[in-house]
């Protein structure tokens, strides 16, 4: 355990569907991370929150929506995604997420997304 | 733009040690990562290395960094099945950004 949890583990969903991914570390960190593992790419950083706040979107299309309401939680909130958005989608936190920080990331578990 | 890279794939036997190679090309790297990924799961933290040191060692796991050449790698003695899993190399410059390859999957043969 690493102390960064997501749900559900899994998910199907259809592209007319509204979903949210969920994520909470238990670490004291303040820095959170949205990243997308496809199969055929490494992993992309989609995401960067540090102390509540959106520091980072690297071009994430408007079909994902993260929402950070303290320190401790982050969601994805989906709707109309497409088949080519299936893949894992990783959440991670560090100490400090500032410009300049180097902070190490951990990792939660992971949502396996499948989009039909 | 930053660019990481590592060789596909790597089979080794038990017992055997495993060396899994990565190249980088951001010179400004302050702190580079090993992490492993195993079938259904996130990434587990395995160990990092500061830029300014050439060598690491973590019981079974031996970092190795080039500055100079951007290589770095990762020696697993004596490895075990429990091993065979996708090995991610990753570096970290300012604004938290980690830059990952693509991962090597290490395959342990009984």
């Known amino acids: 355990e690493t102390g960064v949890t997501q749900t559900p583990r899994h998910l199907v969903m259809g592209m007319t569907n509204k979903k949210s991914l969920k994520c909470e570390q238990h670490l004291g960190h303040n820095a959170m991370y949205w990243y997308k593992q496809s199969a055929k790419k490494p992993l992309e950083l989609m995401f960067v929150?540090?102390?509540?706040?959106?520091?980072e979107n690297n071009s994430v299309p408007s079909r994902f929506s993260p929402e950070c309401p303290n320190s401790s939680h982050l969601f994805l909130h989906l709707h109309t995604l497409q088949p080519e958005d299936s893949a894992l989608y990783l959440c991670?936190?560090?100490?400090?997420?500032?410009?300049?920080?180097?902070?190490?990331?951990?990792f939660g578990p992971g949502t396996r997304l499948t989009v039909l | 733009g930053e660019d990481v890279e590592q060789s596909l794939f790597l089979s080794v036997r038990e017992g055997d040690s495993s060396v899994i190679n990565c190249t980088y090309t951001?010179?400004?790297?302050?702190?580079l990562y090993w992490y492993k990924q195993e079938p259904g799961a996130g990434l587990q933290l395995l160990t990092y290395i500061f830029s300014n040191m050439d060598m690491k060692q973590d019981q079974r796991l031996t970092v190795l960094l080039n500055k100079k050449d951007k290589h770095l790698s990762l020696r697993i003695a004596d490895t075990q099945t429990g091993d065979s899993a996708i090995y991610f190399c990753?570096?970290?410059?300012?604004?938290?950004?980690?830059?990952f390859g693509g991962g090597t999957r290490v395959l342990v043969k009984p």
């Open positions: 951001d010179s400004s790297s302050t702190y």
């Open positions: 991670a936190s560090s100490r400090d997420g500032t410009s300049g920080s180097t902070d190490t990331q951990y």
């Open positions: 990753a570096e970290i410059a300012a604004g938290n950004k980690l830059t």
């Open positions: 929150y540090n102390f509540k706040e959106q520091t």
